[in-house]
């Protein structure tokens, strides 16, 4: 019996731990989280096939929904979840693991790896090596490295929409372009209006001098 009525649930209730997601504004963190929750409406329908009994997820640092998709879809499908969460993030994802009723928990312990039938990844390049070096049967891992998204624009009317993939996450995620090529005229002032009211609803969060 599918677990989903249990994980729909897990993921109403993650509202109340959003202040503890950090450098994104609240209204940034809140569309982010709202976003994430939409990818997940059609899932019922594709919960037929049995989950691996245990994944480690290894979730990056950038996204802080990243996991949520694959814990709901691995959960609902019977399986067995544990986070290997990123530094910086420990404690958004021990508030989302605690006292659920599901096999999902947290831990910033390497050696949680070796216990996995699959680890899921996603990090940089040089993380993705680390953890299969570190892995006593690399097949079992499934890794996302290192991603850069590039936009192609041909549709002037779809400039908000463009605008609020390169803001969401502050820009942090995979999915927001780095680059932006387009064949419209007047390309850059209608990009640069919509990203001004992007920013309107999704104020800019906390800008580290690394980035």
């Known amino acids: 019996m599918s677990r989903w009525p249990d994980v729909e649930a897990w993921l109403a209730g993650l509202d109340a731990h959003l202040p503890l997601v950090p450098d994104l504004s609240p209204e940034g963190a809140r569309m982010a989280l709202d976003l994430a929750r939409m990818a997940l409406r059609e899932v019922p329908e594709h919960l037929d096939r049995p989950a691996p009994a245990h994944t480690v997820f290894v979730a990056s640092s950038t996204v802080f929904t990243v996991a949520l998709e694959w814990c ?15 530094r910086g993030l420990e404690p958004w994802y021990a508030a989302i693991t605690r006292d659920t ?56 009317t779809h400039a908000v929409d463009l605008a609020l993939d390169r803001v969401l996450y502050d ?37 580290h001098p690394s980035e």
Do not use: N, Q
């Not at 709901?72 to 990123?86: D, E, F, N, S, Y």
């Not at 009723?101 to 910033?108: C, I, K, Q, R, Y």
């Not at 927001?176 to 919509?194: K, N, V, Y």
């Open 72 to 86: 709901a879809v691995l959960l609902a499908r019977g399986g067995r979840v544990t986070l290997k969460v990123p």
């Open 171 to 207: 820009g942090r995620g995979c999915m927001a372009p780095t680059g932006i090529f387009s064949p419209i005229p007047d390309a850059a002032e209608r990009l640069a209006e919509a990203l001004e009211r992007a920013r309107a609803v999704v104020p800019l969060g906390t800008v």
């Open 101 to 156: 009723g599901l096999p999902l928990e947290a831990t910033t312990d390497r050696r949680v790896l070796a216990t996995a039938d699959r680890v899921v990844l996603m990090g940089s390049d040089a993380t993705v090596e680390a953890v299969r070096a570190a892995l006593p049967d690399p097949s079992r891992l499934l890794a996302f490295g290192s991603r850069h998204s590039l936009a192609w624009w041909t549709d002037p």
